[in-house]
């Protein structure tokens, strides 16, 4: 846990820009690896890998 500030810029280091582009950088490379997932997990249902499941 993180001790609550009343001062927000001591959370982060005082480097907003550098959280900023952290923060971007993972939310983009998040949705790749969610979209990737997504087309796996899609490709393997329509392929009748799950067993008990059956596409529509």
């Given at each position: 846990m993180v001790p609550?500030h009343d001062d ?9 820009d550098g959280l ?37």
């Amino acid at each position: 846990m993180v001790p609550a500030h009343d001062d927000r810029s001591a959370f982060i280091g005082g480097d907003v820009d550098g959280l900023v582009t952290t923060l971007t950088r993972f939310a983009h490379e998040y949705s790749l690896r969610a979209r990737e997932d997504h087309r796996l997990f899609v490709d393997a249902f329509r392929g009748g890998r799950f067993e008990h499941v059956a596409p529509a």
